[in-house]
C-alpha cells in the first residue's frame, strides 16, 4: 500500500537510500545537444492557441508530445476534450490533453506533473531579434516563442524521467503526467476534464507539480502562490454609425470621451485602486511575510533597468514585492472600436470597449469584484449624464493559489534546489494567474508546489523569449533530484 499521508506528521528523511544524482546528472549534461534538438523541433511547431488559423498546429504539438512519451513505455492517452464554439458560430475540435504514466507501484507516492505546451502569438516584425519559430542559440541563450513558457520546462520533466529509464534505475515515485494545449487562452476544456477523471486518473496521485513559472532573480526559486484575475469588458455605445469628427465633433456625446472618462476613475496616478470594496478585501500582510520578503534576492535596479523605466511606483522592496504579488491591481490593456492603425483618421467611433483586468488576491472573490466594479462604473457613468448606454462584462473570474511553504513538498524542494544549485531557494509568489492550480486544488484535494525553472529574464510572452542552456539543463537535474526527495517523505509516529 501507498503510505499514508497525514501532512501534520510528515518530515523529510535526509538520505533513507542511495540516490546515484552524480551518475544522473552527468547522462543530462552528456545529452545537452540532444535536450536542445529535442526543444528546437517542439518550438518549429507554431502551436499558437489564439490563431484559429494555427489550429492544425497545436493539434500536431499534442500528437508529437504523446508520441515522444510513448517512445519512453509509458502509458499514454490522448483525452478528447471536446469542442471550442467560435465567435461567428463554427465549432471547433479543442486540441487533446496528453495524458501519461510511468510505474505503478502503490507503495510508492504518485507525483503527476502538469505542462502546456501552446504559445502566445509571435512574429518576427513585432520586435523579435531572430525567427521566433527557429530557436536560435546566442551567448548560451535559446531563443524562440515557447522556450520558456512552458516547452522547456515540459521537456526537462521528460528528460528527467528518461535520464533514470536510460541508466536502468528504478523511478523513485510513480510519474504521471497532463500537458495541455490551451493554456494560454485560458485551458478550456481541462476543468471539465480533471473533474471527469478525478476518480480514475487523479485517484492515485499524492502531489501535483507545476513549472509554468520563473525565477525572481539568478537565485533559484520555489513558488507558493499566484493572483487571480477579472478580465472585464466595458463597452460604451452612442450613434448608431462611425461620424466624421468635422461634420459631427462638438454635436454628440462622444463614446470615446465616456470611456477614457470612466477608465480614469479605476486607479490613481500613486496605483491605488478607487473601486470601493476591493482594497478592503485583501487580505493584510503578516509579519512572516514581511520577513520572507525581506529576505528575497530582488535588486530594484536591475529590475528597472530590465524592463526600461526610470522610476518604479514604489522604492522599497519589499513594497514593491507585495504590490507584485499579494496587493491587486488594475490594468488597462486596451480599447476595441478605436482608430489604432498608422497614420491619421478622424473618426468618432460610434462603440468602443476598454479592455481591463483586476489581479485579485486572497480573500477577495471573484462574483464579488464582478458586482464592485459593475455597480462603481455605472455609477459613475450615471454622474456624466450621457445619453450614451453603457455594458460592463467580466469575462474571466479566476481564483488565486496559495500553498503552505511548510509543507513536506516544500522542504523537500528547498533539499533538491541546495543539491543542483548549491544555495537555498527563494520562496516567491508569483504575480500572473495560472487558474489550473486552483482547479487541481479544488477538485482533486492535492497539495500542489510550483518549481520553476524559467529565468528571471526570460520574457515571457514577450519579444525574444529566450530559456538558457544552464536553466533548461540544471533544472532537468533538479527534477530528477526532486522526485528523489518527494520519495523521502516519512510518516513519523503521532
Known amino acids: 500500500m501507498r503510505p499514508l499521508l497525514l501532512p501534520s506528521v510528515l518530515l523529510l528523511v535526509g538520505a533513507a537510500h542511495a540516490f546515484q544524482y552524480t551518475e544522473l546528472a552527468q547522462y543530462v549534461d552528456d545529452h545537452e545537444e540532444e535536450y536542445v534538438e529535442t526543444l528546437r523541433d517542439w518550438v518549429a511547431i507554431e502551436s499558437d492557441s489564439s490563431n484559429i488559423e494555427r489550429r492544425p498546429d497545436l493539434h500536431r504539438m499534442m500528437e508529437v508530445v504523446a508520441q515522444k512519451l510513448q517512445l519512453m513505455g509509458g502509458t499514454v492517452q490522448l483525452v478528447d476534450i471536446g469542442n471550442q464554439e467560435l465567435s461567428d458560430g463554427r465549432t471547433v475540435a479543442l486540441p487533446k490533453v496528453a495524458t501519461a504514466q510511468f510505474g505503478s507501484d502503490p507503495s510508492k507516492y504518485t507525483v503527476c506533473v502538469y505542462g502546456h505546451v501552446d504559445v502566445q502569438p509571435a512574429k518576427l516584425e513585432d520586435g523579435w531579434a531572430t525567427d521566433p ?243 462603481y462604473l455605472h455609477s459613475v457613468f450615471a454622474k456624466r449624464k450621457s445619453p450614451n448606454k453603457l455594458k460592463v462584462t467580466m469575462v474571466i473570474g479566476a481564483k488565486p493559489w496559495l500553498a503552505n511553504t511548510q509543507h513536506p513538498l516544500y522542504e523537500a524542494g528547498k533539499a533538491a534546489v541546495k543539491r543542483v544549485f548549491n544555495m537555498d531557494p527563494d520562496l516567491i509568489r508569483e504575480g500572473g494567474t495560472i487558474p489550473i492550480a486552483r482547479t487541481f486544488q479544488d477538485v482533486t484535494g492535492k497539495s500542489i508546489i510550483m518549481m520553476p525553472i524559467g529565468g528571471f529574464d526570460d520574457g515571457l510572452h514577450s519579444q525574444n523569449e529566450k530559456m538558457s542552456r544552464y536553466n533548461y539543463i540544471e533544472g532537468t537535474k533538479l527534477f530528477i533530484a526532486y522526485l528523489n526527495e518527494v520519495s523521502q517523505i516519512k510518516k513519523t509516529s503521532v
Open 133 to 375: 519559430y527557429n530557436l536560435t542559440d546566442i551567448n548560451g541563450n535559446l531563443y524562440g516563442r515557447g522556450a520558456s513558457d512552458n516547452k522547456a520546462p515540459v521537456l526537462a520533466w521528460i528528460h528527467a524521467v528518461e535520464a533514470y529509464q536510460a541508466l536502468n534505475m528504478e523511478l523513485p515515485v510513480n510519474v504521471k503526467f497532463v500537458i495541455e494545449g490551451m493554456e494560454e487562452t485560458g485551458s478550456n476544456g481541462l476543468d471539465a476534464m480533471i473533474v471527469a477523471q478525478r476518480d480514475t486518473f487523479f485517484s492515485d496521485v499524492d502531489y501535483i507539480i507545476i513549472s509554468d513559472c520563473g525565477w525572481r532573480s539568478r537565485r533559484p526559486a520555489l513558488t507558493y502562490g499566484t493572483r487571480g484575475n477579472c478580465y472585464f469588458f466595458a463597452e460604451v455605445e452612442g450613434p448608431k454609425q462611425d461620424l466624421h469628427s468635422g461634420v459631427y465633433g462638438g454635436t454628440v456625446v462622444e463614446p470615446m470621451t465616456d470611456l477614457v472618462g470612466i477608465l480614469d476613475t479605476l486607479i490613481n496616478p500613486g496605483g491605488k485602486i478607487l473601486i470601493p470594496g476591493i482594497r478592503e478585501a485583501v487580505a493584510p500582510l503578516s509579519d512572516d511575510e514581511w520577513r520572507m520578503y525581506q529576505d528575497i534576492e530582488f535588486d530594484m535596479d536591475d529590475y528597472k533597468n530590465k524592463i526600461g523605466v526610470s522610476q518604479l511606483m514604489y522604492t522599497n522592496k519589499v513594497d514593491l514585492l507585495a504590490h507584485m504579488w499579494r496587493y491587486p491591481t488594475v490594468s488597462i490593456h486596451g480599447i476595441h472600436g478605436a482608430f489604432s492603425d498608422s497614420g491619421t483618421k478622424t473618426v468618432i467611433p460610434a462603440k468602443v470597449t476598454a479592455k481591463f483586468s483586476i489581479r485579485q488576491v486572497p480573500n477577495m472573490d471573484p462574483a464579488m469584484v464582478k458586482t464592485q466594479v459593475t455597480d
